[in-house]
């Protein structure tokens, strides 16, 4: 019993001491260039984009009134995919 009411404090002073160790190996890549492209940021960056094209396309299209010149047909499948 006695050991595992000690543990306690032990995690939590080694979990700082893991995350200050984790910053400074990523600092250290960082300055020495070699970072590793990740797919998964990638795609999350090729997301992000593409979000933002889209947004500013609508906001081009809102502020010109371009939605009032399409067909009704048009805009009612606009607003269903909403």
Do not use: F, H
Not at 64 to 78: F, H, M, P
């Amino acid at each position: 019993m006695a050991t595992g009411a000690g543990l306690g404090p032990l995690v939590m002073a080694v979990l700082p001491l893991v995350g200050v160790v984790t910053i400074l190996q990523a600092r250290r890549k960082r300055r020495s260039g070699t970072v590793v492209p990740d797919a998964e940021i990638e795609a999350r960056r090729a997301a992000a984009a593409e979000t933002e094209r889209r947004m500013a396309s609508y906001l081009a299209q809102r502020d010109t009134g371009a939605r009032y010149d399409a067909s009704l047909e048009e805009i009612n499948e606009q607003e269903t995919r909403r």
